[in-house]
T-cell receptor, first 116, second 112 residues
Framework: DADVTQTPRNRITKTGKRIMLECSQT?????MYWYRQDPGLGLRLIYY???????NKGEISDGYSVSRQAQAKFSLSLESAIPNQTALYFC???????????????FGSGTRLTVV | QKEVEQDPGPLSVPEGAIVSLNCTYS??????FMWYRQYSRKGPELLMY????GNKEDGRFTAQVDKSSKYISLFIRDSQPSDSATYLC????????????FGAGTRLAVHP
């Protein structure tokens, strides 16, 4: 099984619908992140959580909300989806301190979301 | 102006070529620098991790950091078709476990 699992892998939804993307991890990392990736813009941070009781906005949080249900679970919601939220969404995790051999982020395989 | 600038390419090279990928940045406080490789339909995976200035080598890959110029590079020697992917630079102020700032990614195609 993958260290970071995202569901669904693909989703097509209509404008105005609420949608939830889910992320679970088996890395045992405290920190979790949601990014969106658009061609030419790279990865942009939506929300991040440094532990279960800590939620922070990233650079593009408008129109999104998150929930950290447990150390291993971090979900992203689009309250009322709009077409310009069509993108590839990635969840990532990282440790909370430098651990030998465990650097940087571990990413999931992504969710391709299309809003029509 | 973005904090991290990276030419999106695409870059197309023949098999066996030496590839040079680069990023520039504006925040002089960045100290940790990473390169991620992303295959199509996959999430990015960590390729190289360096701290401060200098070079780091791992097989066919060399990461180079020049903090005085705010410039980082990734060199790939003897490039292979399996190296075809998007390469993203990333950096942070205080450790690879903190909030990373990513470049836009450079798409590389290595053709046989």
């Amino acid at each position: 099984d993958a260290d970071v699992t995202q569901t669904p892998r693909n989703r097509i939804t209509k404008t105005g619908k609420r949608i939830m993307l889910e992320c679970s991890q088996t890395k045992g990392h405290d920190r979790m992140y949601w990014y969106r990736q658009d061609p030419g813009l790279g990865l942009r941070l939506i929300y991040y959580s440094f532990d279960v009781k800590d939620i922070n906005k990233g650079e593009i949080s408008d129109g999104y909300s998150v929930s950290r249900q447990a150390q291993a679970k971090f979900s992203l919601s689009l309250e009322s989806a709009i077409p310009n939220q069509t993108a590839l969404y990635f969840c990532a995790t990282s440790p909370s301190s430098q651990t030998q051999g465990d650097y940087g982020y571990t990413f999931g395989s992504g969710t391709r979301l299309t809003v029509v | 102006q973005k904090e991290v600038e990276q030419d999106p390419g695409p870059l197309s090279v023949p098999e066996g070529a030496i590839v040079s990928l680069n990023c520039t940045y504006s925040n002089s406080a960045f100290q940790y620098f990473m390169w991620y490789r992303q295959y199509s339909r996959k999430g990015p995976e960590l390729l190289m991790y360096t701290y401060s200035s200098g070079n780091k080598e791992d097989g066919r890959f060399t990461a180079q950091v020049d903090k005085s110029s705010k410039y980082i590079s990734l060199f790939i020697r003897d490039s292979q078709p399996s190296d075809s992917a998007t390469y993203l630079c990333a950096m942070t102020v205080s450790g690879g476990y903190n909030k990373l700032i990513f470049g836009a990614g450079t798409r590389l195609a290595v053709h046989p």
